[in-house]
């Protein structure tokens, strides 16, 4: 079972057939989920005794499982935030399982954690941190806020060793993304809502008028958002980070979706303030053209980090006794894939130019987009676009006219734009980070509106 065999070699050709089929498809078929009962129908059960062999399953797998999954690296996927791999990235993340890595510590991984770091080590000079700036690729930002915001409790603990709060608290507005009320739950630390205006943007005096009006002593961070999920807005992160100093609060920065734009230079003022923070995520299976999952976590001083998440056993001594960089120390986490090893790969490969360009187009398909719907009498657009996040209404439209029309566009093979809520109130929205996804296509989607 564990020798490359005859059996093995042909398994290994049929697999290398279907990825290198799968990646020339142009475009992508969107496909679509099926009921339980029609995949089993289709499948039936396949955990046997003897097993069915590879070359079968490989077939069953591409003929009917496959199918069943949207492919969210399709040009007009347009829903959520959508996942657009180069094929550089993809084809080393073939190389990666192949290899058999653990990315867990500098003993087991040197070279794949050094070369992980050489990619955070982009980001965070991207992002004008010091160069003694550092973090690890964890699963998703919501292992990476739970991280980040683990360690900043973890500098506070130290700093009020002989004063602790009652409860400890994180602020941040109702906008933030729901791992960060997760993450609440999961510490047992209460949340301190920000009101905010009416385009949900947080400034430093909203966020120091909240603190002073909750009168909560225990507040030890502050989360901005660099691109909200629902509309991309990005937070005021200079004056907020303005506050966080002044008040000596942690400031972190949940940029999973929006941080990306900071490679693109028509759009990187948006993010001033952002040298300021304490940590950030960015994920570049989003918007940076690397396969699921990968996110960046950054620390501005990976030092409380890492005392905030090394875990102590007597098998774990050899590796903690020295100081190699060893990635588990820096999330919530010990066994881990070196999953930024793709992302890493395919910017050395390609350059951080074509990073520029593919992001820019993004960003000018997405203007087109506005432009489109400002220009057609049935439809409105709900905010002017920061990033490449278009939400927009179709008037006169109930919550089940944006169902059957979103059903529709999927069963058709045409585009998936599903409905989200806005202000209580039933909208729609285009996440554009494909940078395959063209003029022509949001046209075309938004003529089915008429």
Sequence with gaps: MHRFDAGSEVLADAVLAYSRERMSLSPVPLDAAKTPEELFAAVGTTI???????????????????????????????????????????LFDLVVSASSLYGGTWLEGA????????????????????????????????????????????????????????????????HVHSSVLSACEVMDVDFVPIPVPDDGRLTGPALLEALEAAGHDGVFAVVATAGTTNLGIIDDLDSVGQVCADRGLWFHVDGAYGLAALVAPSVRSRFNGIERADSFVVDPHKWLFAPFDCCALVYRDPAVARAAHTQRAGYLDVLTADDQFNPSDYAVGLTRRPRGLPFWFSLAAHG????????????????????????????DLLHEPELSVVAFRRRDWSPGDYAAWSRDLLAGGTAFVVETIHE??????FAVVNPETTEADIAMILDTMA
Excluded at 369 to 377: K, T
Excluded at 424 to 429: A, K, L, N, S
């Design 111 to 174: 070279g794949a954690v050094y070369a992980e770091n050489q990619a955070l080590g982009w980001l965070a000079g991207l992002a004008g941190l010091p160069e003694t700036a550092g973090g690890v690729f964890v699963p998703g930002a919501t292992v990476g806020n739970l991280s980040a915001l683990v360690a900043a409790r973890y500098r506070a603990r130290q700093e009020r060793a002989s004063d602790p709060p009652r409860r400890w608290a994180i602020a941040a507005t109702d």
């Design 352 to 379: 951080t130019d074509a990073y520029t360009t593919a992001v820019e187009r993004t960003l000018t398909v997405a203007r087109y987009a506005a432009a489109q719907i400002r220009d057609r009498p049935y439809l």
């Design 48 to 90: 046997t005794a003897s097993g069915l062999g590879g070359e079968k399953l490989l077939r069953l797998f591409g003929d009917e499982l496959a199918a069943a999954c949207i492919s969210i690296d399709s040009p007009r996927y347009l829903s959520f935030i959508p996942c657009a791999p180069t094929k550089a990235s993809i």
């Design 424 to 429: 209580g109130e039933t909208v729609t929205r």
